[in-house]
T-cell receptor
């Protein structure tokens, strides 16, 4: 049973470009979470999605950031018009769904904005 | 809003010595508590979790943690560390909903 997959592992973008980060949850998991880890900081929650629904986006910046988890395919975190402050590690986690369930984390995508 | 405080940003320790990584949380309701480990350039791996029941929780790699409700603490301990335990450790809490709130992390450096 493969774990949570994220790609790309490393992504370099110039200021103003778009970044697309992909996350494939573990088999059988219908809940996906995105977290951001800024340098020297812990992980910060961004968004929680179920298939075709955003459940909680309280941690998402109001502009330029969006997330989706379509019926088919991976979850996508999209950052438009990236700025240097977006440079961070973005982690995806998945779970079967209950609050007691463990969240399994992917290896992360490290975004560098030049 | 709930928060998690990890009191030590770095903990150096010699191999085979005991270690305690401290974690305090703020919450007025029942919580689920977690410790994760992150090795360099990798994702997070669950060490252990407290959901309910016994306050002493045993996890992988010889780690354990004790939930103390009166002190709102969930400190992580290991009686004898190895070089391979060198990593960053994160305490996290989950209250309502499913999102995790993480502490800032503690880097454990095990020296020979």
């Amino acid at each position: 049973n493969a774990g949570v997959m994220q790609n790309p592992r490393h992504l370099v973008r110039r200021r103003g470009q778009e970044a697309r980060l992909r996350c494939s949850p573990m088999k059988g998991h219908s809940h996906v979470y995105w977290y951001r880890q800024l340098p020297e900081e812990g992980l910060k929650f961004m968004v929680y999605l179920q298939k075709e629904n955003i459940i909680d986006e309280s941690g998402m910046p109001k502009e330029r950031f969006s997330a989706e988890f379509p019926k088919e395919g991976p979850s996508i975190l999209r950052i438009q018009q990236v700025v240097r402050g977006d440079s961070a590690a973005y982690f995806c986690a998945s779970s079967p769904g209950l609050a007691r369930d463990e969240q399994f984390f992917g290896p992360g995508t490290r975004l560098t904005v030049l | 809003a709930q928060s998690v405080t990890q009191l030590d940003s770095q903990v150096p320790v010699f191999e085979e010595a005991p270690v305690e990584l401290r974690c305090n949380y703020s919450s007025s309701v029942s919580v689920y508590l977690f410790w994760y480990v992150q090795y360099p350039n990798q994702g997070l791996q669950l060490l252990l979790k407290y959901l309910s029941g016994s306050t002493l929780v045993k996890g992988i790699n010889g780690f354990e943690a004790e939930f103390n409700k009166s002190q709102t603490s969930f400190h992580l301990r290991k009686p004898s560390v190895h070089i391979s335990d060198t990593a960053e450790y994160f305490c996290a809490v989950r209250e309502y909903g499913n999102k995790l709130v993480f502490g800032a992390g503690t880097i454990l450096r095990v020296k020979s």
